[in-house]
């Protein structure tokens, strides 16, 4: 089955919040009740400016390698603090939407619009400015990644 894919652009309310597309949101098991439950993700500040949205399940397959890692190597531990510090786990409301926290937002430069990306096992969160200036920038080495590995 095919993950989360597109691109969609929404607002942010005053209280930091946005709503998942409604496509997406159906790909959530029974969309009716996870909205009802209150549906959990993580998100993560990624190193690039933007944020990753985790389904549960999914973290917990990326926190495996986290959890392997021993505290007593002080490269290894110093990643799973810089690892768990970008971390934070938030709820979807019933009506579908996540309040970001606001260092997160700050992370992100996002303020009033937010582009969301399904990309399959997660979303990705840009501002909508931050996207666009990376893609110009990386015009040419998408070309050449993209050759590289496709």
Not at 18 to 23: L, T
Not at 119 to 130: D, F, Q, R
């Amino acid at each position: 089955m095919a993950g989360f894919i597109g691109k969609e652009q929404h607002s942010i309310d005053e209280k930091g919040r946005f709503m998942i597309p409604a496509r997406f949101r159906k790909l959530l098991g029974d969309g009716k009740e996870a909205r009802a439950k209150g549906a959990i993700f993580y998100v993560m500040k990624a190193f690039d400016g933007s944020l990753e949205l985790y389904e549960p399940e999914i973290w917990a397959e990326k926190e495996k390698g986290l959890m392997s890692l021993s505290d007593f190597n002080p490269d290894e531990r110093m990643l799973k603090t810089m690892m768990y510090e970008r971390l934070d786990s938030v709820e979807m409301d019933r009506q579908g939407r996540i309040a970001l926290p606001k260092d997160f937002l700050l992370h992100a430069a996002i303020v009033k619009d937010i582009v969301i990306i399904g990309a399959n096992v997660k979303m990705i969160l840009w501002s909508p400015e931050k996207l666009t200036s990376m893609i110009r920038e990386s015009g040419t080495r998408f070309q050449v990644l993209a050759g590289r590995y496709f």
